[in-house]
């Protein structure tokens, strides 16, 4: 069904605000997914505060030229839907790698700070750790060096205390 200059400006204006605050863009090919799992995959992705969105390859490459972004998506294969990752860069390519086999859909590309990835570094980026873990980690890491500085100070500063008790002991039985 065609739609008139109007309808695709609109489209266009909405896909250049989706671009403007997504952090990720991943591009599938959805041809062989039903509807009811398409709807199940963007019930998923919302959830984690991201959006689901079926756009013509052309009308994407209108609105790309409008932003920043130097990339096209001309050339990719199949019926274009994109995933916008608006919460983070990586949760999207995580449900899209989990969900890649049992929803029939594949992944054809995606941009990440105006960079075009293939598919096989969109699944690389899958397989980073959630933000949480990642933060913890380097929480970790930090605070490591620091309980073992602070254990040494402590048996220095223990040490000291002893001896101290000690001399001030050895003191007393003199006097005696």
Do not use: W
């Not at 995933?83 to 929803?103: C, M, R, Y």
């Not at 941009?111 to 990642?134: D, F, N, Q, T, W």
Request: proline share 2%; glycine share 8%.
């Amino acid at each position: 069904m065609a739609i008139d200059k109007n309808k695709k400006r609109e489209v266009i204006n909405e896909l250049i605000e989706k671009f403007h605050l997504s952090k990720s863009v991943i591009f599938i090919d959805y041809s062989g997914m039903t509807a009811s799992k398409m709807n199940e995959l963007r019930n998923k992705l919302l959830e984690k505060g991201n959006e689901f969105r079926v756009a013509k390859k052309t009308l994407t490459d209108l609105a790309l030229k409008e932003t920043e972004k130097n990339i096209t998506v001309k050339g990719l294969s199949g019926q274009l839907a994109l995933v916008f990752g608006l919460s983070d860069e990586i949760t999207p390519a995580q449900i899209l790698a989990k969900e890649n086999k049992s929803k029939n859909l594949k992944i054809i590309g995606g941009e990440l700070e105006g960079k075009m990835l293939s598919a096989e570094e969109i699944i690389a980026l899958s397989k980073i750790p959630p933000r949480e873990v990642l933060l913890a980690q380097l929480v970790g890491a930090v605070k490591s060096p620091l309980t073992g500085l602070a254990g040494v100070l402590q048996g220095n500063l223990r040490h000291l205390i002893y001896c101290l008790k000690a001399i001030s002991e050895k003191g007393s039985n003199k006097s005696d």
